[in-house]
């Protein structure tokens, strides 16, 4: 009985949320207007389901406005197999287009008439700037509109009542990432994606032939693609439209590229926005940059502009996910909309949804533009937000070394060491510790072969140009090893008092974070331990605690997306097909929960919510139901650890044989290749900018330090560096380990846990989703203090 009581409680955990919140009686309709964004499918297919799973009626309406002033057969109620496959669709299936018609008051009264025959008081809006702005213009004039219509007998008194006002909800889909509110718009993470693999593989035949490459990238009126495309690849030189550069940008930028060619570096890359200024508000074009190198180096120099390739092309699972909660959030909002509340926009603060006043996101983006056409160029980064402003500042001091007359040196030596498996976004991280190190004053040594290495003497100190390049590099260049300190502490404190190390910044996974625990435990007998040590968590599992997202996590779950879609397709092609996928990350569900939503899986098994027998005879009902209908495949993934009797190999037997007659089955264990590939460009920056922070926090506390001759002892000197909801937060070990299931090698609480329900119901399971609460103005500027999506 106890345990029936328990199964039936974890099941119903999910289900308090949505209880009151029912669509019944309601319509809602759905567009997608402005330019297209990867993802905005993934949008649709959350609003469709999300609605027909509270009991509304959910309507495409097709070629945005323009669709809905024209009405008739662009007006269509969608189902549930209506969205069946578009995940993984770039574009917008439902179609985008510029409608001067809905600009007018006439094209706005034929609009309201279409909604309001077919009962659709609540519309979901996904675009830019421009048509949320148009969106919440109708909303303003709906009574109005109606009214008008009542009186030419266009709408009878009764259908006015009935549809009294209009529901407005946002969700910003724009490649530029240029709206304020939110960290991240949807098709971004994807705009960059394309862009990066470009650049990987430009840079390859640059340095075949020591070329000058000039890459111009999309952002008309934002930088953002362009400044963190540079950040990721490690460009020479990037012009943005927000921050053009200072007088005598031409000579400074050949010194640059001349230094570069001395240094027998055999390749330069230039990034450009398409919206590039100068301080005068002249146009910087990628042709003047190209004549410019041509004229004063000689230099055998190429222009390459991406175009709209930037806007092709599959969503990366960040856009999917991202997508897909915008999309379910953006339902509940409509749900929970009464006639006094203002349209709102749902966007993305750190890892959290939250809901913001659609006029007033709107007013602070064309503030920057205003602050652009005014020369203001220090508010418009300002206003663009935090993270912006570390973006640039960090790519400033990665990029331009500073002669050594300029830097203060402190006489300190940080090492660097990777620790664990290797993850990809490691060498990245390493780069930047290397270089702020060096900038702040420090000796950097680079440490090989993780812990063992480091109680060898595997030591050798690294300079500024020994890192270049290392961004796009998978793998750890240092080499990592899962050995733990405790059996060769005597060797490590002789290697540290060798080496005068002052410091240690390790980077790496659940063993960098058990080797600072026995560091730490080590330090009354080994006095070399006293000194400053951080930890950046790096592994694809996600399971380091003291931090919300790990380097390497999104470069595999955009291995085991791809590798879901090819999947998908296969079955697709031979019909009543179930694959059975087998994520890494131990006894953590990040991987396959996660890559299950990103690839529309219709079940994933995790350790954290335990399953049994009846769950998985559940899930065989659900797919023997799934084939009678169009969508004749199914895909479930499996994390590795998730149950000890429950395998891979039970769980395809078990599928083989229940569902012999309807459909066969497919395993499928992907194992090590999702460590492995160039990293993402999350990962890349992800880790670039944890790593300089962790070293900024190390030259803090030397500085501090100085001349008082002060061992560090403390707990505050011994820490994670990680991402906790919103903010980055150093934590002492020593607090961490409350939180740590040391067991299982995973965190005691884990927010993604709250995304689990989505999956479940974008799959047709029965579960409910957590509310989030409204989010507020105040924190537009404070914004980025997460340094998660926001990049």
């Not at 390859?204 to 934002?222: D, W």
């Not at 160029?377 to 300029?406: T, W």
């Not at 070990?733 to 119901?761: C, G, N, S, Y």
Request: contains cysteine.
């Amino acid at each position: 009985m106890d345990s029936e009581k328990q199964d039936s409680e974890r099941k119903g955990s999910f289900r308090t949320f949505l209880e009151h919140l029912s669509g019944a009686g309601k319509a809602i309709g759905v567009l997608t207007s402005g330019g297209d964004a990867q993802g905005m499918n993934a949008a649709v297919r959350a609003v469709v389901r999300m609605g027909i799973y509270v009991g509304a009626k959910v309507y495409f309406i097709y070629e945005g406005y323009q669709g809905m002033v024209d009405g008739g057969r662009n007006i269509v109620e969608a189902d549930w197999e209506s969205v069946s496959s578009i995940l993984q669709m770039g574009g917008t299936v439902i179609g985008s287009a510029r409608c001067k018609d809905f600009r007018s008051r006439e094209g706005r009264l034929r609009a309201a008439l279409n909604l309001t025959r077919l009962g659709i008081t609540n519309l979901c809006v996904i675009g830019g700037d421009g048509s949320l702005t148009g969106a919440n213009l109708f909303r303003k004039e709906w009574s109005g509109l109606l009214e008008e219509l009542a009186r030419d007998g266009k709408l009878q008194e009764e259908e006015v009542q009935r549809s009294g006002y209009l529901n407005v909800v946002g969700m910003v889909g724009s490649i530029d990432n240029d709206f304020c509110g939110t960290d991240m718009t949807i098709g971004t993470d994807s705009a960059l994606h394309r862009i990066i693999e470009v650049v990987d593989a430009i840079m390859t035949t640059a340095q075949s032939h020591q070329r000058t490459f000039v890459l111009e990238v999309m952002g008309r009126h934002c930088g953002y693609l362009a400044l963190v495309s540079a950040l990721a690849c490690g460009a020479d030189w990037v012009f943005l439209p927000e921050s053009p550069p200072e007088e005598g940008w031409q000579e400074n930028m050949c010194v640059k590229l001349s230094e570069n060619r001395a240094r027998k570096k055999r390749l330069n890359i230039i990034i450009v926005a398409e919206g590039a200024i100068d301080s005068q508000n002249r146009p910087i074009t990628s042709e003047q940059i190209k004549e410019l190198v041509v004229t004063q180096l000689g230099y055998d120099t190429r222009v390459t502009i991406l175009g709209h390739v930037q806007r092709g092309g599959t969503p990366s699972a960040f856009d999917r996910i991202l997508a897909s909660r915008m999309g379910v959030e953006a339902v509940v909002a409509l749900l929970q909309a009464t006639p006094e509340t203002p349209a709102c926009v749902v966007s993305l603060n750190g890892n959290q949804a939250v809901r913001l006043p659609l006029v007033e996101c709107v007013q602070m983006t064309q503030d920057v533009q205003k602050a652009m056409d005014e020369q203001r160029f220090s508010d418009a980064v300002r206003l663009r937000g935090r993270s912006f402003e570390n973006n640039l500042r960090i790519y400033k001091r990665l990029a331009i070394k500073l002669p050594d007359s300029q830097i203060t040196k402190t006489n300190c030596n940080v090492g660097v060491i990777n620790v664990g498996a290797p993850a990809a976004g490691m060498n990245a991280a390493v780069r930047a510790a290397v270089r702020v190190g060096i900038a702040d004053g420090h000796r950097v040594f680079a440490i090989y072969d993780g812990f063992e290495g480091l109680a060898k003497g595997q030591i050798k100190e690294i300079g500024w140009g020994d890192v270049g390049g290392w961004t796009g590099q998978g793998g750890s260049i240092l080499g990592t090893k899962r050995i733990l300190p405790s059996k060769i502490m005597q060797d490590i404190a002789a290697q540290m008092r060798t080496y005068s190390l002052n410091a240690l910044l390790i980077i790496g996974g659940f063993e960098a974070y058990l080797g600072l625990l026995e560091l730490s435990a080590a330090r009354e007998r080994h006095p070399e331990f006293c000194v400053p040590m951080v930890m950046v968590p790096a592994t694809v599992s996600n399971n380091v605690p003291g931090s919300d997202f790990s380097i390497g996590a999104d470069t595999a779950l955009n291995t085991i997306t791809d590798t879901c879609d090819r999947i998908k397709q296969s079955a697709s092609g031979t019909k009543r097909r179930v694959f059975i996928i087998e994520t890494m990350g131990g006894y953590c569900g990040y991987l396959a929960n996660m890559g299950g939503l990103a690839a529309g899986a219709d079940a994933a098994y995790i350790f954290e919510e335990p399953f049994d027998i009846r769950d998985l005879q559940t899930n065989v009902a659900h797919l023997t139901e799934k084939m009678k209908t169009t969508i004749q495949r199914g895909l479930v993934l499996r994390n590795e650890s998730c149950s000890e009797n429950y395998t891979t190999d039970f769980i395809y037997q078990l599928y083989s044989e229940e569902g012999k007659g309807v459909f066969d089955c497919r395993k499928n264990v992907l194992g090590h290749m999702q460590q492995g590939g160039a990293p993402s460009p999350f990962d890349r920056n992800f880790g670039t900018k944890m790593s300089a922070r962790a070293m900024q926090w190390i030259t803090e506390k030397l500085k501090g330090s100085q001349g008082k001759g002060n061992k560090f002892i403390t707990d505050d000197s011994i820490c994670v560096l990680g991402i906790s909801k919103r903010n980055i937060v150093f934590q002492p070990v020593a607090e961490l380990k409350r939180e740590t299931d040391f067991e299982h090698r995973i965190p005691k609480e884990q927010w993604w846990l709250k995304l689990r329900p989505l999956m479940k119901i974008l799959a047709k399971y029965k579960a409910s989703y957590e509310v989030s609460e409204p989010g507020q103005m105040e924190h537009l500027l404070q914004r980025s203090n997460v340094e998660t999506a926001a990049i």
